[in-house]
């Protein structure tokens, strides 16, 4: 096997990390509360969003760019507890005979992840004006 197929077997077999994760200003301790199906790469790609100056949450856009980015923190607040065969490549969500079965399992994943931010948000209380997080409609 070579080098490449070795790293991307290494890479699928990693165990996936689901859960919600916060973003910290440490100047005014407003945070911003969201969810993500990968918590190893959430972080790099917010930041490099807000250094682009384009993140969705545009009060937390805004902050971010005025002070340089300084005083931002992440930090991770839970994970999902995933069952062992949770693949990080997605290969246990694939269907291989077509029948679209699995997708059962990717709506599961995402229905626990909503909750989870919400236990947060609740918690937290890290809405508009006091945090960034807005207040969905229903």
């Known amino acids: 096997m070579d080098r490449r197929k070795e790293l991307q077997h290494e890479y699928g077999m990693k165990k996936?990390?689901?859960g919600v994760y916060q973003i910290i200003?440490?100047?005014n301790g407003k945070r911003f509360i969201n969810s993500s199906n990968s918590?190893?790469?959430?972080?790099?790609?917010?930041?490099?969003?807000?250094?682009?100056?384009?993140h969705m949450n545009k009060s937390l856009q805004a902050e971010y760019s005025a002070s340089g980015g300084a005083g931002f923190e992440f930090e991770v607040l839970e994970e999902l507890k995933l069952d062992?065969?949770?693949?990080?490549?997605?290969?246990?969500?694939?269907?291989?005979d077509g029948?679209?079965?699995n997708r059962l399992v990717a709506m599961g994943y995402r229905d626990a992840l909503r909750r989870l931010e919400e236990k947060w948000?609740?918690?937290l209380a890290s809405y508009e004006p006091e945090g960034y997080n807005r207040r969905r409609s229903t």
């Open 84 to 96: 062992d065969t949770v693949r990080h490549d997605y290969k246990d969500i694939a269907d291989p």
């Open 16 to 18: 996936r990390q689901m």
């Open 25 to 27: 200003n440490s100047n």
């Open 39 to 54: 918590l190893s790469s959430v972080w790099q790609r917010d930041r490099f969003v807000l250094d682009l100056g384009s």
């Open 121 to 123: 948000l609740a918690q």
């Open 99 to 101: 029948t679209g079965a």
